[in-house]
């Protein structure tokens, strides 16, 4: 049994709607669906996922991990040429839940050193209510994306077809969904996301960068 939640549930999002951003509004004549990337840059994965994007002639947005952007400052400069947008996902994949606010905080701007967006994913969704005060207080621009609909293309107990059904019978206009270009998450991501994307033609659905 999976333990997250495919579909972000709705009651979720009304009592962090003031926070936090699940999903975005929907223009119903030119309906929209935005795919992020988390945990990047990748050699392969990032790589893989630029050349199927530009297939679709699709944007999207990845969530980069500061670490990650120095020892693969190629392929991020290669996310930026193309016309994706970037977003921060911490120096360290740091867990809010298990730091202090000043602790994260202080990752979350050593990545922006290198990543420069005021967008941010918490690593596994998890950031305190403290955490995101404190961050707004710095700097009221910050954007904190979460996400509608989860791949689950991390979970090493599901096959890559089930990934691919998480997110085809879930996505819908207006949402953010989440994929990784990572190694773990390579052999399900890498099956789905053509998938996705022929899908998402197929619906004549626009495929967007979220705001920055």
């Known amino acids: 049994m999976a333990s997250y939640w495919v579909k972000t549930p709705w009651w979720v999002k009304k009592f962090f709607s003031t926070e936090l951003i699940w999903s975005m509004p929907v223009d119903h004549n030119a309906p929209a669906v935005y795919l992020t990337f988390d945990d990047g840059p990748h050699p392969t994965a990032t790589t893989f996922i630029l050349e199927q994007l530009e297939q679709y002639n699709a944007k999207a947005t990845f969530f980069c991990?500061?670490?990650?952007?120095?020892?693969?400052?190629?392929?991020?400069?290669?996310?930026?040429?193309?016309?994706?947008?970037?977003?921060?996902?911490?120096?360290?994949?740091?867990?809010?839940?298990?730091?202090?606010?000043?602790?994260?905080?202080?990752?979350?701007?050593?990545?922006?050193?290198?990543?420069?967006?005021?967008?941010?994913?918490?690593?596994?969704?998890?950031?305190?209510?403290?955490?995101?005060?404190t961050l707004h207080?710095?700097?009221?621009?910050?954007?904190?994306y979460m996400w509608d609909v989860l791949s689950g293309d991390f979970d090493t107990d599901i096959s890559a077809g089930k990934c691919a059904e998480h997110v085809l019978n879930n996505i819908e206009p207006g949402s953010i969904v989440v994929f990784h270009d990572s190694d773990k998450a390579w052999e399900r991501m890498s099956y789905a996301l053509p998938l996705v994307l022929e899908h998402c033609k197929k619906m004549n659905w626009q495929i967007k960068a979220l705001p920055q």
């Open 137 to 144: 207080r710095k700097n009221p621009n910050w954007k904190i």
């Open 65 to 133: 991990i500061g670490k990650n952007v120095l020892e693969q400052p190629k392929i991020f400069e290669a996310i930026k040429s193309k016309g994706h947008s970037i977003g921060n996902h911490t120096h360290d994949h740091m867990n809010g839940w298990k730091n202090t606010p000043a602790t994260y905080i202080k990752n979350i701007f050593k990545a922006a050193k290198y990543i420069d967006s005021k967008a941010l994913r918490p690593p596994y969704g998890r950031i305190t209510l403290t955490q995101v005060k």
